[in-house]
């Protein structure tokens, strides 16, 4: 038997990568996938889940700092890479270093990338982006969007690669923000497309290749779908994904408790009646988040079991019931499948009030990351 662990992350890479196999088969038109690694893939491991991405299909990865960039290329990634984020004048080395395609959306910028590319003496590609509506980075206007086109075409060194927006409402079903995003988006690119053929035009997000087909376009930019997670928050297997991370711990300890005793900080819990609490070795500090105190679920023995008391940092405690066969050692499971049963990170964050992706992104460093063979 195997030791217990006091926290740990399995990522099922297979699933991932059969993720990207069937977000491939949604695309029209012959969009390519771009696999959005950012935040060490959204929890689950740049590399590995990387590695995965390519295998099911994508073509692309993209991330948002260039220090996620330098990583990849140092892990012998060599697709083709696009770095979404603002880059300071020191980061744009960096990311220019690693190969990347960068985002451009201020005529003022174009200069440091131009000298960049005279530093490294080759093109840059640079993707120009438009706001449509996020409210976030991108050009504010179309006009602000062609003055960057200008700049990039006045400038040695640079290359037009692709054009680009951001959805603010794509997982949000019927609502009118979205339509207006995509119309508005459609005749920006299209100009620009139908004079340079070669150009990539890119906007969706992975609740947009569910959304509308009209929005994939050149290539898409998948990153919650990819990890299995659901777009809309609901259950990822209707919409045929497969979560690909599993966070389980142990129980440390087992204890009977009498009617009215309490567990954990500022007694916010204590028992109606006699029963058995489970005491289990992971907190807040690897991702458990205080906001499950009384509020959660965990599968031990293949049975949900309430959480009870608060979240501490390195601690939780597990209602067990007046009756119990649960002995030290045994394996409890935070979110995941454990035998038939499955806890869903989408259960997770509604409990939470925040969205599934948060939940994975919130498992911490210390949480070892397991990638067994499937």
Not at 205 to 213: M, T
Not at 322 to 343: K, M, P, W, Y
């Amino acid at each position: 038997m195997s030791s217990p662990r006091r926290a740990l992350a399995t990522i099922d890479t297979g699933a991932l990568e059969r993720n990207c196999r069937h977000l491939r088969s949604l695309l029209t038109g012959g969009a390519e996938l771009c696999a959005v690694v950012k935040a060490d893939a959204y929890g689950h491991g740049h590399a590995e889940c990387a590695r995965a991405a390519l295998a099911g299909g994508a073509t692309w990865l993209a991330v948002a700092t260039a220090a996620e960039a330098a990583e990849l290329r140092a892990a012998g990634l060599e697709p083709r890479l696009l770095v979404m984020g603002a880059l300071t004048h020191s980061d744009l080395g960096i990311a220019v270093d690693a190969r990347a395609d960068l985002v451009a959306w201020d005529p003022a910028f174009v200069p440091a990338m131009a000298a960049e590319a005279a530093r490294i003496g080759h093109a840059v590609r640079v993707h120009v982006k438009l706001d449509t509506g996020m409210g976030r980075l991108g050009a504010p206007a179309e006009a602000t969007a062609h003055a960057v086109v200008d700049a990039i075409d006045a400038a040695s060194g640079l290359e037009l690669a692709g054009v680009m927006t951001h959805f603010a409402t794509a997982d949000e079903p019927g609502d009118e923000h979205f339509p207006a995003q995509l119309e508005r988006f459609t005749a920006f690119a299209g100009g620009l497309k139908a004079a340079r053929p070669g150009l990539i035009v890119h906007a969706s997000n992975s609740a947009g290749v569910y959304r509308d087909p009209a929005a994939h376009f050149d290539m898409v930019r998948c990153g919650v779908a990819v990890y299995g997670l659901d777009p809309f928050g609901e259950d990822p297997a209707a919409r045929g994904l497969e979560p690909a991370m599993r966070l389980s711990s142990y129980v440390a300890m087992v204890k009977r408790f009498d009617a009215g005793q309490s567990a954990g900080y500022g007694r916010r819990w204590w028992a109606p009646s006699a029963t058995w609490i489970a005491v289990l070795p992971i907190g807040y500090a690897d991702g458990v988040r205080r906001g499950l105190t009384n509020n959660a679920e965990i599968l031990i023995r293949g049975l949900p079991r309430p959480l009870v008391g608060t979240v501490s940092m390195d601690n939780i405690t597990v209602d067990l019931g007046s009756e119990t066969d649960v002995e030290i050692g045994d394996e409890a499971v935070i979110f995941g499948r454990q035998g038939e049963a499955h806890l869903l990170c989408e259960e997770v964050a509604r409990r939470l009030d925040t969205i599934n992706y948060e939940v994975t992104c919130g498992v911490s460093s210390r949480v070892p990351r397991e990638y067994p063979a499937s």
